[in-house]
């Protein structure tokens, strides 16, 4: 199936006339409605390109597809050694910015997730067709990739800038043919890809299909064998998907989970989380998206309406819980439930605590997971539990860990087959003696396709997560050679000025690539850099709202936590590294602003918490990060140089470079 609804030689689409044109474009457009502006843009775009590509030999495509953004290219151009992306706006008179910032994502998307156009020149030119004043300067971005700052155009330059940028760019012709065939292989954020999944996309439309990678879809297909056989054969079956950060877990999640999102089917499955930011980003994301896809077929219909059915399909585990407190004889209606960040269940004191206090229910003794299990153990035919386990995530009080699962199951739920990826028995799971116990009393099946290995947050950034833990464990040397590998496609910088840190960030992102500010929770003396990090922040706004939102994280005003961040990313981030988390000769140290002074926190588990909680900041950016460890002050004893230099020089001795 071709990516463009229209696709010719330059040569044979001057001798076509508008009518053969229009009617491939409408024939191929599938969700086509047979709206005069649409037609009348065409016929205006082909009129304007008939004119200006007469002395032009090449290709041209027009509403060319790019699935990670569920949108199209209005014209795709290769003319010698250069692909222009043309966005027209017919009848406009100004270039407005989120304008200006679409044809650079459109161009951004080429760029970095099609394989033949990786090392190509790429031209984004905006044409506002009735535009008086145009800034047609021709330059690369900062990046210096071979991708062009986006120009700005009307009808009357259009010819020239197309000749300007063809002067400028020079090199070898693109072969067209070998460029058609180049894969598209995009790396979604989590919010783009449930939104197209939501959209009956599979999850090879938005995933990568290098082989560096085991394929999420491999995952997907070894999930989807363990529910059909449990089904099948009338038998509960619970399995346990391990992964890097940012290697796919929630995707595989949502792809089970929206695959079987009809609730007459047998197969009806849903997907929890106890991550609230994520539930409500999710939420909100699918929510305006598909209003926003109504509202352009011409269908009215209440953004109330649509979020009652998101809500259906992703929950808050909480809320699933309390849902089978009512009546604790019925099962609930799913018999498929998809646990993400499993690791992160409370244990059966901080379940007891919260039953207690917010549900008024004293002695119950049951840790989240048991009592999760025990929900699903109430049907009496199938169930199937699937378990999303990042190594090294709890970050917060009473998170039970991946154990209390297999304890749980060794403890209550004899009947239930157990499926475990190999890698559940590493040490960042601490999970090894309890799986021995377990396997020494029942079958237990591992399966290598239950592990995801490879960060897919970004094609930039698949070694960012060991490069993390070496520095974390401090393993010196090992992070010096990983940092060698990184850095060429993924800067990390240091710095010890905030303003240097910000301007850092604004002068690296490109279109819309989202950038903002991320922090420890217990980063609390960054006051004197106005960071707040008691003010709360509403995720919501920050992760989704545009640049013109005061409250959006591009105004670098408003910052998020570990708490806020977990399961999502950013392609930018600036993370400020406060005295909480130090190191000194000793190794790192763990401290507790309480007061007026720090406390050295004692426990190992708060220690982890700790450590956990940098290890998930310094793993949320796609594209590239600055870290700021600020210089203190000698006259405030909560800020005194001493906290942050030898953190700043540990960094700075691993080969990490200044913007100083």
Known sequence: MNRYFYGNTISNFLTESTEQIIGILSINNLFYQQEKTQKDSWIEEIKILQSVLTNYKGHVYFEYTIPRMGQRIDVLLIIDSVVFVLEFKVGGKEFQNNAIDQVMDYALDLKNFHETSHNEYIAPILIVTKAKTCNSVISSTLQNDKLLLPIMSNTEVLGSVIKDVLSFCGGRNIEVEKWERGRYSPTPTIIEAAKSLYNNHSVLDISRSDASAINLSKTSQAISDIILYSKKNSIKSICFVTGVPGAGKTLVGLNIATQNIDESSDLHSVFLSGNGPLVAILREALTRDKQRREKEL???????????????????????????????????????????????????????????????KSGFNLSEPEFLISCLDRHKDWAVIVCLVGGGQEINTGEAGICEWIESLDRKFNDWETYISPNLNDSEYNAESNIQKLASKRLVRYNEALHLSVSMRSFRAENVSLFVKQILDLSINEAKKTLQTIKINYPIVITREIGKAKSWLRKNARGSE?????????????KPQSIFVKSPTNPIHWFLNGKDDVRSSYYLEDVATEFDVQGLELDWVCIAWDADFRYSSKGWEHWSFKGSRWNKIKKTHRQNYLKNAYRVLLTRARQGMVIVVPNGDKNDPTRHPSYYDPTYELLKSIGLPTID
């Open 298 to 360: 011409g269908k009215k219909i209440s953004k109330r309406q649509i979020m009652s059915e998101v809500k259906m399909f992703i929950q808050n585990v909480h809320n699933f819980r309390d849902e089978c407190l009512i009546d604790i004889e019925e099962p609930p209606k799913e018999h498929v439930a998809l646990f993400d960040e499993a690791q992160r269940a409370w244990d059966s004191l901080q379940t007891s605590n919260f039953m207690m206090r917010k549900r008024n």
């Open 514 to 526: 989202r950038f903002g500010m991320i922090v420890s929770s217990q980063a609390e003396r960054l």
